[in-house]
Nanobody
Framework: QVQLVESGGGLVQAGDSLRLSCAAS????????MNWFRQPPGREREFVAA????????YYADSVKGRFSMSRDNAKNTVYLEMNNLEPEETAVYFC???????????WGQGTQVTVSS
């Protein structure tokens, strides 16, 4: 079974950029969808972005379109989430999740904390 490990979180200021990584150990199939979610303090987890492993097509939540970009490195079995112009409201634990549908995951990473100060 695939295992996921996120990295790259940290403390940044509003307007800054940050890149998260999610490394997958084990085989990713062409049907795999890699997702990013986030869970702000005291709130439910929400979808952020997704990438279809078969063709690299990406999908984004409306709130991050134009500021966040998801990409992959096939050789490293790793996906990235480039986050630009971060806002304090985006302070959250960011999770990587894999599955077969956009916005759904059955394998999760441990999460990485992103804190955006104002």
């Amino acid at each position: 079974q695939v295992q996921l490990v996120e990295s790259g979180g940290g403390l940044v200021q509003a307007g800054d950029s940050l890149r998260l990584s999610c490394a997958a150990s084990g085989r990713l199939y062409s049907s795999s969808v890699m997702n990013w979610f986030r869970q702000p303090p005291g709130r439910e987890r929400e979808f952020v972005a997704a990438l279809r492993w078969s063709n690299g097509r990406t999908y984004y939540a409306d709130s991050v379109k134009g500021r966040f970009s998801m990409s992959r490195d096939n050789a490293k079995n790793t996906v990235y989430l480039e986050m630009n112009n971060l806002e304090p409201e985006e302070t959250a634990v960011y999770f990587c999740g894999s599955g077969i549908n956009i916005g759904e995951a059955n394998v999760w990473g441990q999460g990485t904390q992103v804190t955006v100060s104002s």
